[in-house]
């Protein structure tokens, strides 16, 4: 599979940077109702944290950094029993409360509850490895046959009123072949879905070509709680889900990302930002348009834009008129809205959507051993570390200070093991080089 198209010039990098985010991730529980392959996080029962252990994270994260949101994650945030409360705190400092859960603890009552705490949006995690095999509806069902799911979700929601609704699924190698009709199902529901997420598979498998180390003790890569055994495909790139994506609409294009600490040309964040309806998508916005929301809401908020309101996302048709000027992705999204009004002038009564598709790029390991990570990651998280001090880290690798008492070291294998070994070093190599 090729690399698409889409050079580095073309491109808003976002300006995130650690002490100024859009995003930063609060866990209050690592509790969860499911266990999902390939989560990032070990199933804890009983974790939940205090109120008030909250609230010091909170202090803490807004003395080291100002952020348009709160992702409230865990474990499942709805399983922790003072998420109302947790709400209110988060809305109360002027932050905008996310939460990221399976959704299954959501009822209709306690969404209602918790709009009224002061809950901005969701993002669901639904997909097919998420082990939903207790509810016999779900079990076994493909990405594609999910959507019943997702709409359910996107509905209530919709029912409720007011509050944002995002999607995110983790790919694999195996899953790859139905995010172009994932994003086809975003568009038939633009009114009511706002963002599409894509976050790409990372585990250790058995033919990783490394050794891990805390200081000079190596660790089992079996011990380490984000392992399988089963030789997985592990390095799907953010272009290689572009191109699938392109499969089915030619004309998809990013506008903004986050590359990688180690390469600045890897797309660790890849945002795309649609404008449409139910029946066509115009256009894609270009990254003068991205550009010119991150300044403006810095300017007027000092903070930049994470989630945007449903209101605000309705907005469509005033963009492409308003901002056509700025952005020529805008303005060909208003030539295509143009030509679509001219074969029905009624369908001018039909709004215009705004919606995002992110790709999310996790942790790549690089020939060296370093780990490439989100530069400006958004999901950066709290810990305090076994002298007591305390510091933002990435939260998909808590794990490893959580068990270890530091983030681990890899180290390449030696030429000298087994001819197995030496054939992986070589192709993990040549796969990393490549890029």
């Given amino acids: 599979m090729g690399k698409p198209y889409f050079p580095i010039e073309s491109l808003y990098r976002m300006p995130w940077t650690m002490p100024d985010n859009g995003i930063t991730w609060l866990e209050p529980t690592s509790q969860c109702n499911l266990n999902c392959y390939g989560c990032y996080r070990k199933n804890i029962k009983d ?28 474990g499942d945030p709805l399983v922790y029993p003072n998420i109302i409360e947790l709400v209110k705190e988060i809305k109360s400092r002027g932050l905008k409360p996310i939460i990221n859960t399976n959704g299954i603890a959501l009822t209709k009552q306690l969404l209602h509850e918790l709009k009224k705490a002061g809950v901005f949006g969701f993002t669901f995690h639904i997909d097919s490895k998420q082990g939903r095999g207790r509810e016999e509806k779900w079990r076994n069902k493909n990405e594609v046959e999910l959507n019943e799911l997702r709409l359910y979700y996107a509905e209530m929601l919709a029912a409720e009123g007011g ?118 998508i115009f256009g894609y916005t270009g990254k003068k348009f991205m550009e010119l929301v991150m300044i403006s809401y810095h300017f007027m908020f000092d903070k930049y834009l994470s989630y945007a309101s449903p209101k605000t996302l309705r907005m469509g048709r005033s963009t492409m008129f308003l901002l056509s000027v700025f952005d020529k992705g805008v303005r060909k999204a208003l030539k295509n809205y143009l030509k679509y009004l001219v074969v029905n002038p009624l369908r001018f009564f039909k709004r215009a959507h705004l919606q995002s598709i992110l790709i ?37 690798r808590l794990e490893e200070p959580m068990k270890y008492g530091d983030f681990l070291r890899m180290v390449p294998k030696r030429e000298k093991g087994t001819e197995k070994e030496k054939e992986n070093v070589l192709h993990y190599n040549y796969n990393n080089l490549a890029d």
């Fill in 47 to 74: 974790s939940h944290k205090s109120i008030e252990q909250i609230k010091h994270e909170l202090d803490f994260f807004q003395s080291q950094r100002k952020s348009d949101c709160i992702s409230i994650a865990g």
């Fill in 163 to 280: 509050i944002a609704c995002s999607f995110n699924s983790t790919i694999y190698s195996d899953t790859l072949q139905y995010v172009p009709e994932l994003v086809d199902w975003a568009q038939k529901h633009i009114d009511i879905v706002d963002t599409m997420v894509f976050i790409l598979f990372r585990y250790i498998t058995p033919n990783t070509p490394f050794d891990f180390y805390i200081g000079d003790s190596k660790i089992v890569w079996t011990d380490i709680h984000y392992h399988s055994e089963y030789e997985e495909i592990v390095d799907l790139k953010s272009p290689m889900i572009v191109e699938k994506i392109r499969e089915k609409f030619p004309d998809f294009t990013p506008s903004a990302f986050l590359n990688g600490t180690h390469k600045a040309d890897d797309y660790k964040w890849l945002l795309s930002e649609r404008i449409g309806n139910r029946d066509k």
């Fill in 360 to 396: 999310i790029q996790p942790p790549d390991l690089m020939p060296n051993g370093d780990q490439s990570m989100c530069d400006g990651c958004p999901d950066i998280t709290y810990w305090k570390d076994k002298d007591g001090k305390e510091k933002l880290v990435w939260s998909c």
